[in-house]
């Protein structure tokens, strides 16, 4: 028998609007996906206004197609809200709402109205779906809400329900859907042996005729690259040929990976440079959720890496999203401008977080292991560098490449107390960023002023100081930076990332 999409197409060419609105009304998620939506548009444009008002399920289709406002593709949009719709009608009409609330920056609103739906609790069938596709599409909708939230152990679940519902061979993409993003949340938090699974599972799924597929390639491009263990350069240099564009609603997800490469390149600056352009091009400025501040928190992350701190802070202080990677990045910050204190309070509270994700609990012991360690509460530093033997599990290249730019020290206790799951060794004697004295707001202004070659009485006209101050200042800022002159001081600290 010809698939749904091709039966339609010749339904439509035949003129049996009456058949192609069967079609429609019995299929709605196989025609959705594997006819290209313009000209699934074009063909419901084509109905007759009558025939469309006729079926619920064809409104519905018609309401998810039409852009934001617009009645173009029906004329009766009141049909899809009629108190007589039937209920599974009526939950369809919620998915759409949610798409579209969640396409418009609201995610965490999508997503309290979808984790609702009975299907995402039901039963799952062992041998035949009889919603033909509704069930995956309501679940994976669901799991990407959550993803896109931070909400990354519920994602998990929800894909690893999507991936046991008995799917039609038109629609496997799901099941690659659920596989790769799977995979990219174990890749970045939970288990790189689990996304390694995940991704051999995805590349065996077979590929369907649907426009999905090609939307999913660049998802599989990013995972394969961030789980390579070719050279690191070579790898960034793939996902750098990705665009956040490309990534579809998932770029949070590809800012966070092209961070991560290029931390083990060496190549910060090319990652500092697009984040900046991102967040000049208004990115991240709407929504509730990782679209709300992943731009910010990883340029926030980049000044932290140049010692910047007090750029970092201002940068994090737009940032409103609670999810894992901002708590996470906030609370290193806060460590590194002396906020040690807060910031375990806030490191303990945010366990539920991690639970079930090995990296982001690793993660999350051994900041709370540099907080203390930086206090100088060696006890509590070495319990929780103790902790992370629990794991079981070697730190990650990323994770141990962040740590030396951040504090050597640290890595050295790691290695003394768990041998086994830490084997490189630093150099005795290593310095990192948090191992030096950061510079302060005002000692910052002072440095700015400086590299634009303003004098002393200058700078305390601008400032609204008195020489004497900016004298204060400029004397604490030669101090740590090790220089006695202005322009050693300007050198030292663009090199560093201040400028």
């Not at 679940?139 to 939230?149: C, D, K, M, R, S």
């Not at 990705?242 to 090319?270: C, F, K, N």
């Not at 945010?350 to 540099?370: C, F, I, N, S, Y």
């Not at 100088?376 to 290249?397: H, T």
Request: proline share 6%; net charge neutral; charged share 25%.
């Amino acid at each position: 028998m010809p698939d749904i999409a091709q039966r339609i197409r010749d339904a439509e060419a035949a003129g049996d609007h009456a058949a192609v609105v069967h079609l429609l009304a019995t299929h709605p998620v196989e025609a959705w996906f594997t006819l290209p939506v313009d000209e699934l548009t074009a063909i419901i444009v084509g109905l007759p206004a009558d025939a469309v008002r006729a079926s619920a399920e064809v409104a519905l289709v018609a309401r998810m197609l039409a852009p934001e406002g617009s009645e173009a593709l029906t004329e009766d949009r009141a049909l899809s809200r009629s108190p007589y719709l039937p209920s599974h009608l009526r939950r369809w009409l919620v998915v759409t709402d949610a798409w579209h609330a969640r396409l418009k920056g609201d995610a965490a609103r999508a997503y309290d109205v979808l984790i609702r739906l009975p299907e995402i609790e039901a039963a799952i069938p062992s041998v035949l779906d009889p919603t033909n596709g509704i069930r995956s599409l309501f679940l994976t909708q669901a799991a990407v809400t959550a993803l896109l939230l931070g909400r990354f152990r519920e994602a998990l679940s929800l894909y690893g329900r999507a991936l046991r519902v008995p799917t039609p061979s038109a629609l496997r993409f799901y099941l690659r859907e659920a596989h790769l993003r799977s995979a990219l949340i174990h890749v970045l938090y939970g288990d790189p042996a689990a996304a390694r699974a995940h991704l051999a599972e995805a590349r065996s799924t077979p590929r369907t005729e649907s426009w999905m597929e090609l939307q999913l390639d660049p998802e599989q491009a990013l995972v394969e690259a961030l789980v390579s263990d070719d050279d690191p350069d070579e790898a960034f240099t793939r996902i750098l040929q990705l665009t956040y564009g490309s990534m579809g609603e998932l770029w949070p997800l590809y800012l966070l990976g092209l961070q991560r490469l290029g931390v083990l390149a060496e190549r910060r600056l090319d990652v500092r440079e697009r984040l900046e352009a991102l967040v000049s091009a208004g990115m991240g400025a709407n929504g509730t959720a990782l679209n709300s501040s992943i731009p910010q928190v990883l340029l926030a992350f980049e000044w932290l890496l140049s010692g910047n701190v007090p750029r970092a802070k201002e940068q994090m202080k737009t940032v409103q999203d609670r999810s894992w990677p901002a708590v996470i990045i906030g609370c290193m910050i806060r460590i590194a401008g002396g906020a040690s204190k807060s910031a375990i309070r806030e490191l303990n509270a945010a366990r539920p977080l991690t639970e079930g994700l090995k990296q982001a609990e690793r993660q999350r012991r051994l900041v709370l292991g540099l907080a203390h360690h930086l206090r100088g509460d060696s006890a509590a530093s070495m319990a929780a560098v103790d902790q992370l033997g629990e794991l079981n599990r070697p730190s990650s290249p990323h994770e141990i490449a962040v740590t030396r730019i951040l504090t050597p020290s640290l890595l050295e206790l790691v290695a003394q107390r768990i041998p086994e799951l830490r084997p490189e060794v630093t150099r005795p004697g290593d310095r990192g960023v948090l191992d030096t004295p950061a510079l302060t707001e005002s000692e910052l202004a002072v440095l700015v002023r400086l590299a634009q070659g303003e004098t002393r009485d200058q700078i305390a006209k601008a400032l609204f100081r008195s020489p004497n101050t900016v004298k204060s200042h400029q004397t604490s800022l030669y101090r740590k930076l090790g220089v006695s002159a202005a322009g050693d001081a300007v050198r030292l600290a663009t090199e560093a990332g201040y400028l």
